[in-house]
């Protein structure tokens, strides 16, 4: 249920950015955003690419989540590696992944910097969280995994709602969006890297497994691809000009 009311909580933020954009004074373009939307669900849910890549996503999870190693896992970190420190870190951590956090700063900072680079990031962010939701949910009942403090997490679907790791998913989206808008190779990794952390927090807290938190991030990033690949039609323009009686030239125009 807690999901669920994240998810409309998100919805609610969308929602109200073309009135509070008007308020402040900023101009928006909602078809446009609209749009990429409508394109970045067909990118992910309509695309036989992407859901071959969701489906291995799903069978290394299952694999983990089905078998002792998930257990393994939570049992060697839980008794080897967690301590206050890492309890602490942990409260830092998980700030990313909470839905009452990321999407406000991700509709202000679009609100408010729409022109520049910063606003692109928190637009590729947002357009991420939305395409990404829905299949986020349907998983995390549809596996049917429960906490570690609940029982193991083998999948009995529909049975409980924490197959996939919510703060997982949100805290790496916005990580994971400006690694893909950076060229420095240094600087995209350690992007990456801090994309896992979300995740790492909640394993840390006992509150999910492995493969829920690992689920989470690939739903991230695959949902950041679907926005990249979005945008890459949007900048292909292909033009076709006739040559008198020597036939027609076809022209492709990428921006980049």
């Known amino acids: 249920m807690y999901h669920i009311v994240s998810v409309a909580v998100l919805f609610l933020f969308i929602s109200i950015m073309c009135p509070l954009s008007e308020s402040l004074g900023i101009e928006i373009s909602a078809s446009e955003d609209l749009s990429n939307i409508k394109n970045d669900y067909k990118n992910f849910y309509l695309s036989g690419d992407n859901l071959i890549q969701l489906g291995i996503g799903l069978g290394v999870a299952g694999l983990f989540a089905n078998t002792s190693m998930d257990g393994d896992i939570q049992d060697f970190y839980q008794d080897n590696v967690r301590s206050d420190v890492t309890d602490d870190l942990s409260k830092i951590l998980k ?138 039609k949007n900048n292909t323009k292909v033009a076709i000009v006739p040559l008198s009686n020597k036939g027609l030239l076809i022209t492709i125009n990428r921006s980049f």
């Open 95 to 232: 700030v990313p992944g909470s839905v009452f956090i990321t999407p406000p700063v991700l509709v202000a900072t679009y609100l408010i910097f729409k022109d520049s680079s910063a606003g692109e990031w928190a637009q590729r962010s947002l357009r991420a969280l939305i395409v990404g939701a829905p299949a986020g949910l349907l998983l995390q009942r549809a596996t049917g995994g429960s906490r570690p403090s609940e029982g193991d997490s083998k999948w009995r679907p529909f049975d409980d709602a924490n197959g996939l790791s919510g703060h997982s998913f949100i805290g790496a989206v916005p990580f994971i969006t400006a690694a893909k808008m950076n060229d420095n190779f240094y600087v995209k990794g350690l992007l990456y890297g801090l994309s896992v952390l979300p995740g790492l927090s909640r394993i840390n807290d006992n509150k999910h497994y492995f493969s829920q938190t690992a689920l989470g991030w690939y739903l991230a990033f695959l949902s950041c691809n679907t926005v990249e690949k979005t945008n890459v």
